[in-house]
Structures are given as structure tokens and as C-alpha cells.
């Protein structure tokens, strides 16, 4: 029961995923490395909605974008972790409930 | 208006001007007003404005490229500390532990993302632009219904339209329809010529312009990958984009190219191979170059000591006997 609901609530987010791979497999790779930070900016985008949903890791990865402008630093910038991680991911990179525990 | 309407509305607004304005100069200097070519050469020039001013952020990218020589016993250290480790792990921590110290060494080598953010839509734009004059239909800004019509009705030998694509045209033959061979024609040698300008410039930077620790790094390896998957892009994307779209997207990688010709020439990556030939084509003319890349006029080596002041009655002396 849980499954199902939680299936429906993450659909969201793994169209996002679905999108976002296939820009990482197609697109990306034509300019090459560009990103002045560590995740790239598309692994940013990635991880953003993967960990906080399609809304908010939208944001979250326009704000980054943002943030890489040639005259910016660089350097490492991870996505924020929710306090409460309650999903995984797999290896594709599609966020499921636990299949084990209590959900 | 949609919301991504909404987004491409100032750039599609932009790329009218540019468009128009530049039709308006090829036209005035006497050019057909409604020839494929005069509109082309107006996509051409849209190109060479978005181009040109992208130009500092480029340099800006090749100084701190130079500055690279000073981390590369860093570089090396890192490199060395994750040698023969392939595992993704592996990978991951040796590309954090590299850009932690590119940001504390201040010598990010990598261009950003804005350069690419930017000419995105701009592609995007001219794509809906193209697109709306297809239908004769007037665009968002200075690109009236009688200037849309004329774009879009404008064709190249005589028959080939610049909104269509190979894509339309395949359709139609396979239904038994007429069709146009000269867009498919067109399509195809612009494909191969894209294919062809990115390969130059890829190889370009690969046999010449790589220090000898990148070509030992897995991101050399990736791009060599990249290298004979790009055709595959170009033939796909060929098939599916409007000819003037392609105009853009050619005039663009060729314009890479001979930026990329030009940088190797003259500010090669240190320790490159291109660097090396850059030392020695001045080197014959008598320069030299600082490490930093600078060309050292080499001037009339100096007297390393002063003169010094000798009394008259000793000068005489010293002098007198070889005169």
C-alpha cells in the first residue's frame, strides 16, 4: 500500500530523472567538461531532484546554474541532504521506497 | 504565452533584431532581398555577434589554463594517488580532491556553464523563429509579416527552403509524395561538413594541445570516446533541424574551429606539444618565452660591470701602450 503511494508521489521526480539522463547521455558530452564545480552541474540537477523532488530540485539546480559563471570560484558544492532520507536510489538513478522495513 | 514562450520572448527578440539588421545591411549592399543566400549570410552574422562577444569569457578560460602549470606537481600528486584505481568511487574522490584544489589554488581551468546556458536558447530561439516564419507568420519583435514571409519563403538553389529539413523531406518520399532532393542534399553535406569541423577541433586539441598529465588522466579517454560518437549527434540532429537552424549550428563550429586554431597556435597549453612548437618557431626568430607563456624580446647582452672611474694619469698609462 505504502509502495503504491510512494510510487505515485516520487513519479514526479523520476520523469525528471528520465530527462535529466538522457540530456547527461546525449547532450552533455558534446561540450564536454565545462563546470567549474564538483558535482557538474547536470550531476548537480540530478542528485537535487533525485534527494528533494522535481519542484524544489528544480530550484535548486537553477540556483547553481546561476552560481557557474566564469568568474566564479568553483570548487566542491554538494546537494543538501534532507535530514530524513527515505528513499533509494537505483543504479539508473529512478528513486524507489525501500523494499524492505517499515516505509 | 507558455512558459517557455515566455523564457525564449527576449531572446527571440534579439535574434529578429540581429536577423533583420543584418538583412537590412546584405540587402542595401545590393544583394537579392528575398535570397536564401542574403538571409543565410544574415544567420552568419548572428553567429559571429553571439560568438565575438562570448570571446572574453573565452580568454579569461585560456589564462587560467596557463596558470595550470603552477598546480601540476599538485596535480600529478593527485593523479599519482588514484593511479590504476577505476572504480567509480575512485573516480569520484579524484575529481573532488581536483577541483578542491583548482579552488584553492584559484586556477580553475574550465570555462562554466554560462557559455552554454546562453547559446542554448539563443538556438532554441532561432529554431521558434525560423520556425513561426515558416508560416509567414510575424515574429515577437522587429521581424514584421513582410520580412517573415520573405524569410520564410527563401530558398537556396533555387529550391530548397531554409525552414525545411531532411527529416520533412523523407517523410514525404516514403509516403510517395514529392519531395525536394536539393534540402536533402544540402542537409547531408552539412552534416558531414559539421561532423567534419567538430572532428578537426576535437583532434586539434587532442594531438597538440594536452599536457602529458591530462593524456594520462580517464577524461582523456571520455573524450577520445566522444571523438567518434559525435558524428552519430550530427547525423541525428541533421536529419531533424530546419536548414537555416544548421546554417547556425555550422557557422558555429567553424568559427570554434579557428578559435581553437588560433589559441593553439599562440597560447598553447605548457608542456604541450603545440607549446613545443610554439618555442621553437621563436626561437628561430630569436624570442624567447617566459614560463608564463610571454614572448622575452631578447635584447644586446649588457656589460655585466660598470666602468670604473679611472684617474687621467692612470688611463693614460693603461691606454697608452696599445695605441
Same mark, same amino acid.
Given at each position: 500500500m505504502n509502495r503504491a503511494i510512494a510510487t505515485v508521489l516520487l513519479f514526479p521526480r523520476n520523469g525528471g530523472v528520465v530527462l535529466l539522463r538522457a540530456y547527461r547521455a546525449v547532450i552533455s558530452p558534446l561540450y564536454g567538461d565545462v563546470c567549474?564545480?564538483?558535482?557538474?552541474c547536470s550531476a548537480y540537477a540530478l542528485g537535487a531532484v533525485q534527494e528533494h523532488g522535481l519542484v524544489v530540485g528544480s530550484g535548486l539546480a537553477a540556483r547553481r546554474l546561476a552560481r557557474c559563471h566564469p568568474w566564479a570560484e568553483g570548487g566542491i558544492d554538494d546537494v543538501p541532504l534532507k535530514r530524513k532520507r527515505r528513499y533509494t536510489v537505483t543504479p539508473f538513478g529512478f528513486v524507489v521506497a525501500p523494499s524492505h522495513g517499515k516505509g | 504565452m507558455d512558459l517557455l514562450g515566455t523564457i525564449l520572448w527576449p531572446l527571440k527578440w534579439g535574434v529578429e533584431l540581429l536577423l533583420v539588421a543584418f538583412h537590412w545591411l546584405f540587402s542595401n549592399l545590393?544583394?537579392?532581398?528575398?535570397d536564401g543566400i542574403t538571409w543565410v549570410l544574415s544567420i552568419v552574422g548572428l553567429v559571429i555577434v553571439v560568438r565575438a562577444a562570448l570571446i572574453p569569457i573565452f580568454v579569461k578560460q585560456i589564462k587560467s589554463q596557463r596558470k595550470m602549470l603552477e598546480v601540476a606537481p599538485q596535480l600529478k600528486k593527485i593523479q599519482d594517488k588514484y593511479k590504476? #584505481? #577505476?572504480?567509480q568511487f575512485s573516480r569520484e574522490a579524484m575529481s573532488r580532491e581536483t577541483m578542491e584544489l583548482y579552488k584553492r589554488t584559484g586556477t580553475n581551468p574550465l570555462s562554466s556553464c554560462l557559455p552554454l546556458l546562453l547559446q542554448m536558447p539563443i538556438f532554441f530561439a532561432l529554431f521558434s523563429v525560423l520556425n513561426d516564419a515558416q508560416r509567414s507568420q510575424a515574429g515577437v519583435?522587429? !521581424?514584421n509579416s513582410s520580412l517573415a514571409k520573405s524569410f520564410g519563403s527563401a530558398t537556396l538553389f533555387g529550391d530548397?527552403? !531554409?525552414?525545411?529539413?531532411f527529416a520533412t523531406q523523407w517523410t514525404s518520399m516514403i509516403a510517395g509524395n514529392p519531395f525536394n532532393v536539393a534540402v536533402m542534399i544540402i542537409a547531408a553535406t552539412m552534416v558531414v561538413l559539421m561532423t567534419a569541423s567538430q572532428f578537426i577541433t576535437q583532434l586539434q586539441i587532442v594531438s597538440k594541445n594536452m599536457s602529458p598529465e591530462t593524456k594520462a588522466s580517464p577524461m582523456f579517454k571520455q573524450q577520445r570516446i566522444m571523438l567518434y560518437l559525435l558524428p552519430l549527434v550530427f547525423a541525428f540532429s541533421g536529419v531533424a533541424f530546419p536548414l537555416g537552424v544548421m546554417f547556425y549550428w555550422l557557422t558555429s563550429n567553424v568559427w570554434t574551429m579557428i578559435q581553437q586554431f588560433l589559441v593553439i597556435r599562440?597560447?598553447?597549453?605548457?608542456?604541450?606539444e603545440a607549446a613545443k612548437a610554439r618555442e621553437e618557431r621563436l626561437a628561430r626568430k630569436g624570442k624567447l618565452i617566459a614560463t608564463d607563456g610571454d614572448v622575452i624580446v631578447v635584447e644586446e647582452p649588457k656589460k655585466p660591470q660598470r666602468q670604473q672611474p679611472i684617474a687621467k694619469s692612470r688611463a693614460k698609462k693603461q691606454t697608452g701602450p696599445k695605441k
Amino acid at each position: 500500500m505504502n509502495r503504491a503511494i510512494a510510487t505515485v508521489l516520487l513519479f514526479p521526480r523520476n520523469g525528471g530523472v528520465v530527462l535529466l539522463r538522457a540530456y547527461r547521455a546525449v547532450i552533455s558530452p558534446l561540450y564536454g567538461d565545462v563546470c567549474r564545480y564538483y558535482p557538474s552541474c547536470s550531476a548537480y540537477a540530478l542528485g537535487a531532484v533525485q534527494e528533494h523532488g522535481l519542484v524544489v530540485g528544480s530550484g535548486l539546480a537553477a540556483r547553481r546554474l546561476a552560481r557557474c559563471h566564469p568568474w566564479a570560484e568553483g570548487g566542491i558544492d554538494d546537494v543538501p541532504l534532507k535530514r530524513k532520507r527515505r528513499y533509494t536510489v537505483t543504479p539508473f538513478g529512478f528513486v524507489v521506497a525501500p523494499s524492505h522495513g517499515k516505509g | 504565452m507558455d512558459l517557455l514562450g515566455t523564457i525564449l520572448w527576449p531572446l527571440k527578440w534579439g535574434v529578429e533584431l540581429l536577423l533583420v539588421a543584418f538583412h537590412w545591411l546584405f540587402s542595401n549592399l545590393g544583394m537579392g532581398y528575398n535570397d536564401g543566400i542574403t538571409w543565410v549570410l544574415s544567420i552568419v552574422g548572428l553567429v559571429i555577434v553571439v560568438r565575438a562577444a562570448l570571446i572574453p569569457i573565452f580568454v579569461k578560460q585560456i589564462k587560467s589554463q596557463r596558470k595550470m602549470l603552477e598546480v601540476a606537481p599538485q596535480l600529478k600528486k593527485i593523479q599519482d594517488k588514484y593511479k590504476g #584505481k #577505476k572504480d567509480q568511487f575512485s573516480r569520484e574522490a579524484m575529481s573532488r580532491e581536483t577541483m578542491e584544489l583548482y579552488k584553492r589554488t584559484g586556477t580553475n581551468p574550465l570555462s562554466s556553464c554560462l557559455p552554454l546556458l546562453l547559446q542554448m536558447p539563443i538556438f532554441f530561439a532561432l529554431f521558434s523563429v525560423l520556425n513561426d516564419a515558416q508560416r509567414s507568420q510575424a515574429g515577437v519583435g522587429p !521581424l514584421n509579416s513582410s520580412l517573415a514571409k520573405s524569410f520564410g519563403s527563401a530558398t537556396l538553389f533555387g529550391d530548397a527552403p !531554409l525552414h525545411d529539413s531532411f527529416a520533412t523531406q523523407w517523410t514525404s518520399m516514403i509516403a510517395g509524395n514529392p519531395f525536394n532532393v536539393a534540402v536533402m542534399i544540402i542537409a547531408a553535406t552539412m552534416v558531414v561538413l559539421m561532423t567534419a569541423s567538430q572532428f578537426i577541433t576535437q583532434l586539434q586539441i587532442v594531438s597538440k594541445n594536452m599536457s602529458p598529465e591530462t593524456k594520462a588522466s580517464p577524461m582523456f579517454k571520455q573524450q577520445r570516446i566522444m571523438l567518434y560518437l559525435l558524428p552519430l549527434v550530427f547525423a541525428f540532429s541533421g536529419v531533424a533541424f530546419p536548414l537555416g537552424v544548421m546554417f547556425y549550428w555550422l557557422t558555429s563550429n567553424v568559427w570554434t574551429m579557428i578559435q581553437q586554431f588560433l589559441v593553439i597556435r599562440n597560447m598553447p597549453t605548457p608542456g604541450s606539444e603545440a607549446a613545443k612548437a610554439r618555442e621553437e618557431r621563436l626561437a628561430r626568430k630569436g624570442k624567447l618565452i617566459a614560463t608564463d607563456g610571454d614572448v622575452i624580446v631578447v635584447e644586446e647582452p649588457k656589460k655585466p660591470q660598470r666602468q670604473q672611474p679611472i684617474a687621467k694619469s692612470r688611463a693614460k698609462k693603461q691606454t697608452g701602450p696599445k695605441k
